[in-house]
Each structure stands twice: as structure tokens, then as C-alpha cells.
């Protein structure tokens, strides 16, 4: 990629737990990253990577330094801001698929666009069947989530990340539950997403596989980046 455009960035990030005793966890974390470039967190539990994700996703605000997507400052933003940019910028995807039990598939990935309030509803229909599409999973549309494997849901849960067309999906071990063949589809998926819609993926993992084939790798250790890896992308930029 010639042009390399930040579309996050973090300025000496430190945040402290305060239960049972003071406790620093993250410390001045500083780091970009990049359109289309899918970027993997890693190291042993307890290390800060987890805590780190959500600060950057503005879901916790409680921490020290500044926070930048694309290219805007977001710390100090009030709640409905910071809400009102999730719903643009930011699809999220866990190790646990949140997905409404009771509910099909179609019903599940539309729930953010309707809460965005972007398009009408048929508009939002038409999204979400494009979305099951890409991850293989226009069939099963119709069908309660509850009716679904483990990676069949997770796929649900990466559609329903993606209806808003966010700039960037941020993962909390999207493959912790998976079996290998289904951790690859899933690795295949966040891939296809960096390189051909120029998302940008973050994603916590303790797969060292899934880690090692992703554009990138952030090490952290005792609350600090240890090692960041160098920038490569796998395309070129379009």
C-alpha cells in the first residue's frame, strides 16, 4: 500500500484498576492502524489486550492519554457521541456471539441498522441478506439462531458487525469457541474483509496460528507493547 492511511491511533494510553488495590494495566500504549490492514493483539492473559480493546472501541473511557479514529479526536467525546460513532465506525465481534436466541439470523444482523436508522427497512432487509451472502449463510436466513452450530452463529455475529459498513471490527477472540476448520473460515472471512473492502481488522487473540497469518502482530506484556511487527499489507491499495 503506498499511501498508508491511520484510521486509529492511540497517544500514550494508561489505565488503572482500582479493586482490591491500585493497579496500573495498561501504560502508555501508543500505536496506528492502518486502512485494510488486519492487525492481531497478543500475549499471555492478564497482559492488558483485552482492557486495551475496549478503550479503543470507546466502550470504556476511563484511562489516561488519547484516542484518535480517523484522524478525530474521540477522548473526552460525551456518551451519546462516542454511541452515535460506534454506530458508524465500529462493528464488534466476541468470543461469544450475543446473538438473540428467539430470533432468525436476518433479524439479528439487522438490529444495528435499525437502531442507526440509516435506511428504511427494506433497505436494511436487502443489507443483511448481502452480508449472509458473503460469509456463506443466505440460506440459513430464516432460521433461529439457536437452530445454528457454534461457527455457523459466529458467522451470524461477523454479518451483524458488518451491516453498518463499519471502517473497522474490533474482535475479542472471535475464534475462542471455534474448532480449527471453523477458526479458519473465520480468519478467511476477516482477510477477505481487509483486503477487498479495506476494513480494518483488531483482533485480541491467543491463537498463535491465526496471529502469525494476519498482516500484523502487537505483542503486549505487563501492560505495554513489546513488540508491534512491521507494516505489511498482502494487496495493493485500491
Do not use: W
Request: proline share 2%.
Amino acid at each position: 500500500m503506498n499511501q498508508q492511511e491511520v484510521v486509529l491511533s492511540t497517544h500514550h494510553i494508561s489505565k488503572y484498576f482500582y479493586e482490591p488495590t491500585k493497579f496500573k494495566v495498561l501504560s502508555e500504549v501508543s500505536f496506528e492502524a492502518y486502512k485494510g490492514e488486519f492487525l492481531t493483539l497478543v500475549g499471555k492473559s492478564g497482559c492488558g489486550k483485552s482492557t486495551l480493546l475496549y478503550c479503543l472501541s470507546t466502550m470504556d473511557t476511563d484511562y489516561e492519554g488519547e484516542l484518535f479514529i480517523n484522524q478525530q479526536k474521540v477522548t473526552g467525546k460525551s456518551q451519546k457521541e462516542l454511541a452515535a460513532l460506534r454506530s458508524h465506525s465500529i462493528g464488534f465481534v466476541f468470543q461469544f456471539h450475543y446473538l438473540l436466541p428467539e430470533f432468525s439470523c436476518l433479524k439479528n444482523i439487522m438490529i444495528p441498522a435499525q437502531k442507526l436508522g440509516r435506511h428504511s427497512y427494506q433497505e436494511i432487509e436487502e443489507r443483511a441478506y448481502q452480508k449472509l451472502a458473503i460469509l456463506g449463510m443466505k440460506e440459513q436466513a430464516l432460521k433461529t439462531t439457536s437452530k445454528l452450530s457454534g461457527g455457523q452463529q459466529q458467522r451470524v455475529a461477523i454479518a451483524r458487525a458488518l451491516i453498518n459498513d463499519p471502517d473497522i471490527i474490533m474482535c475479542d477472540e472471535p475464534t475462542g469457541n471455534l474448532d480449527s476448520k471453523n477458526t479458519q473460515i473465520v480468519f478467511d472471512i476477516f482477510q477477505q474483509l481487509a483486503r477487498d473492502n479495506k476494513q480494518t481488522i483488531i483482533a485480541v487473540t491467543h491463537d498463535n496460528d491465526f496471529a502469525q497469518a494476519s498482516d500484523r502482530t502487537i505483542e503486549m506484556a505487563d501492560g505495554k507493547i513489546i513488540s508491534q511487527g512491521e507494516v505489511r499489507y498482502s494487496t495493493q491499495a485500491g
